[in-house]
């Protein structure tokens, strides 16, 4: 009796472990494949969907909310900087590879080149990586409100990209499954991962 269970309960063992071996690889295929900008999988933040709290969910209560005020307790009248006050207006807009107007979604290069283009009229490139060509360097003790700050997610310099706040907070679109809100940079992924920024 005891060697029948046992031949039996085997093969469903042996069935479990496969299908969670499959869900990881799909897993981490999916988090290679969402890219920031540019060239699919070249760019994206890491971050996955469970970072994401209830405000900044893509329900559409938590999108209101996210628009209105954000988690510091900001409001977008706060903010004096166009570019800045610019990416604030598109805050809870969800995360597209490649989007680059509210209406697709944006990526964090599309949500950087469309406020730049509204509020400043530049016309800047696709990728973070060509982003970090313009402008002028600014050291981390420098930042002003409006800078553009620059993250190694991937593995490369310069593969992400966000709009600076002050005190610490920046506004980006960060990875597949988010919208675009604001995080702190004092956080230990971005602390990590910060390459420097650039003032426009």
């Keep these: 009796m005891s060697n029948i269970t046992f031949a039996t309960s085997e093969p469903r063992t042996f069935a479990h472990w496969v299908r969670s071996v499959l869900l990881?690889?799909?897993c981490v295929l999916v988090a290679v494949l969402s890219g920031c900008a540019g060239t699919k999988g070249d760019e994206g933040s890491g971050i996955n969907s469970s970072s994401i709290d209830w405000k900044n969910s893509?329900?559409?209560?938590?999108s209101f909310l996210a628009r209105s005020k954000?988690?510091?307790?900001?409001?977008?009248?706060?903010?004096?900087?166009?570019?800045?006050?610019?990416?604030?207006?598109?805050?809870?807009?969800r995360?597209?590879?490649?989007?680059?107007?509210?209406?697709?979604?944006?990526?964090c290069s599309g949500l950087v080149l469309y406020s730049a283009q509204q509020s400043l009229g530049l016309k800047l490139p696709p990728r973070s990586y060509d982003i970090?060509?313009?402008g002028i360097d600014v050291p981390r003790n420098d930042l002003q409100v409006g800078d553009l700050v620059f993250f190694n997610t991937l593995g490369r310099r310069n593969s992400h990209v966000g709009?600076?706040?002050?005190?610490?907070?920046?506004?980006?679109?960060?990875?597949?499954?988010g919208v675009v809100r604001i995080e702190d940079m004092k956080?230990?992924?971005?602390?990590?991962?910060y390459n420097g920024a650039r003032r426009l």
């Design 58 to 62: 893509a329900d559409p209560i938590g």
């Design 70 to 93: 954000n988690g510091a307790g900001l409001i977008v009248g706060d903010i004096n900087h166009p570019l800045a006050r610019q990416a604030l207006t598109q805050l809870g807009i």
């Design 24 to 26: 990881a690889s799909a």
């Design 163 to 177: 709009v600076y706040l002050g005190d610490d907070q920046f506004v980006h679109s960060p990875s597949a499954g």
């Design 95 to 107: 995360y597209r590879w490649g989007g680059k107007s509210p209406e697709t979604g944006f990526d």
């Design 132 to 134: 970090a060509l313009f």
């Design 187 to 193: 956080q230990a992924y971005w602390t990590k991962r």
